[in-house]
């Protein structure tokens, strides 16, 4: 059963725009959400997270959005750069668990 | 920055041999974890261990087994090598605090032929 689900394996988006990947997860129990973003041959980095008791974080030029009720995530990346270009993982936890649970991907290309 | 190494970027293996995956981080860390990625399934958790000698298993233990003698290293064994345990082996700490991210090393690309 899979908890946390990233419906899109793939985006591309022009180069300047807004891209926006999206998660969603089923368990209500989460309440601790995070961004990771993969380039090949190279293992996750962590971009950015959020707790339950929020609905927005932001960093830079990314910003995640968390809407409880909906048991959805989305990161937001503006503008979007040719470096942006990788395979974003979206995970989540709960409280005093170290464990993740990761969702299975979405490859943003951005397009110059 | 916090540095997690693990040992081989790119393993080749025969099914029936006992293989050793070895992880080392520098930061202290208490929570030590083994992943495994495969195309359209993510990262899946095999163990973890959260403290020296302390170990759990994650969602895909079997077939696996692992081993945490000192804080900063983390050892995934295959007992018995086989050919669906081709795949790409991600090693992650974290602090022992709540909240806290995972942070990987560059994994190892392990074929069984």
């Known amino acids: 059963d899979q908890q946390v689900k990233q419906n899109s394996p793939s985006l591309s988006v022009q180069e300047g725009r807004i891209s926006i990947l999206n998660c969603d997860y089923t368990?209500?129990?989460?309440?601790?959400f995070l961004w990771y973003k993969k380039y090949p041959a190279e293992g996750p980095t962590f971009l950015i997270s959020?707790?339950?008791?929020?609905d927005k974080n932001e960093d830079g030029r990314f910003t995640v959005f968390l809407n409880k009720s909906a048991k959805h995530l989305s990161l937001h990346i503006v503008p979007s750069q040719p470096g942006d270009s990788a395979v974003y993982f979206c995970?989540?936890?709960?409280?005093?668990?170290?464990?993740?649970?990761f969702g299975t991907g979405t490859r943003l290309t951005i397009i110059p | 920055d916090v540095k997690v190494t693990q040992s081989s970027r790119y393993l080749v293996k025969r099914t029936g041999e006992k293989v050793f995956l070895e992880c080392v981080q520098d930061?202290?860390?208490?929570?030590m974890f083994w992943y495994r990625q495969d195309p359209g399934l993510g990262l899946r958790l095999i163990y973890f261990?959260?403290?020296?000698?302390?170990?759990e298993k994650g969602d895909i233990p079997e077939g696996y087994s692992v081993s945490r003698e000192k804080k900063e290293r983390f050892s995934l064994i295959l007992e018995s090598a086989s050919t669906n345990q081709t795949s790409m082996y991600l090693c992650?700490?974290?602090?022992?605090?709540?909240?806290?991210?995972?942070?990987f090393g560059d994994g190892t690309r392990l074929s069984i032929l």
């Open positions: 992650a700490s974290s602090q022992g605090s709540p909240n806290q991210p995972q942070h």
């Open positions: 368990n209500s129990m989460f309440d601790y």
């Open positions: 959020i707790s339950s008791i929020k």
């Open positions: 995970a989540a936890s709960t409280f005093g668990n170290e464990k993740l649970t």
């Open positions: 930061m202290d860390h208490e929570n």
């Open positions: 261990s959260y403290d020296v000698k302390m170990k």
